[in-house]
């Protein structure tokens, strides 16, 4: 078995990442190629939880003049599709795998229960958390460091369109440059574009490492998982 520094991991999956370059909806060949990753950590005898967003079918910035408490629910019902369309991939590569959500729908779907979420993970399944926290106003990156304290992760991987934490937007400013290393405090002083504050503050105060990188690259969760040196790692070192 390959060596691996982290042995229970949680990956956050944007739903953005599940719509490869279509950017909405779910593209075959990029789901493939996640799940093939996935396949090839779980082999690794990693046990792996994963929290998934819905912005590739409805965010909540998406319903102008609607109650805000309606477009995010919205958005957690969007999560679910992509947790179905996760754990059928995934189960057909010969792992079994639980869907679990924040607001019951029993004939789709175990309701969050996190001593079974923990059952799951000692028999080697891939569980699968949608819906959010089940509340509106908490985005998915919350939901993300939520789940990860609940599980007792060694780390989330953070799989974003780009490769890693900038000191700016690297789309809007050219002489944004790629940090190797960086701090919760330091994120949360200068607002870097990571996760939300709220995320940000939770995986602080648990003390759960992140690490961020593309998924342009699906093999980038591998080589997370076994600590190589890609994107951006963040933790309370030199605090």
């Known amino acids: 078995m390959e060596k691996v520094k982290y042995k229970k991991i949680l990956l956050k999956l944007s739903g953005e990442a599940l719509a490869g370059d279509a950017k909405v909806g779910i593209d075959r060949e990029t789901m493939n190629g996640i799940c093939d990753a996935i396949k090839k950590v779980h082999d690794m005898g990693v046990k792996i939880s994963i929290v998934v967003g819905g912005g590739n079918f409805w965010r909540g910035k998406y319903g102008e003049g609607m109650v805000k408490t309606t477009a995010d629910y919205m958005g957690m ?49 891939v569980v699968i958390f949608a819906c959010g926290t089940g509340h509106p106003f908490f985005s998915t990156d919350t939901t993300a460091a939520l789940r990860a304290a609940e599980m007792g992760v060694d780390a989330i991987l953070v799989a974003k369109t780009i490769d890693g934490v900038y000191t700016a937007d690297p789309k809007i400013d050219k002489t944004a440059k790629k940090l190797d290393h960086v701090s919760y405090q330091e994120i949360l002083e200068k607002d870097l574009k990571v996760m939300d504050s709220t995320a940000i503050s939770l995986c602080k105060d648990n003390n759960i490492p992140l690490v961020v990188f593309a998924m342009s690259d699906p093999e980038n969760i591998i080589r997370a998982v076994k600590g190589e040196n890609i994107g951006t790692a963040v933790d309370n070192v030199n605090e």
């Open 77 to 125: 019902l969007a999560t679910v599709m992509n947790g179905l369309a996760l754990q059928d991939a995934i189960e057909k590569r010969g792992i079994q795998a639980r869907l679990q959500t924040a607001i019951e729908m029993r004939q789709i779907a175990e309701p969050f229960i996190q001593r079974r979420a923990e059952r799951h993970l000692d028999k080697d399944r």
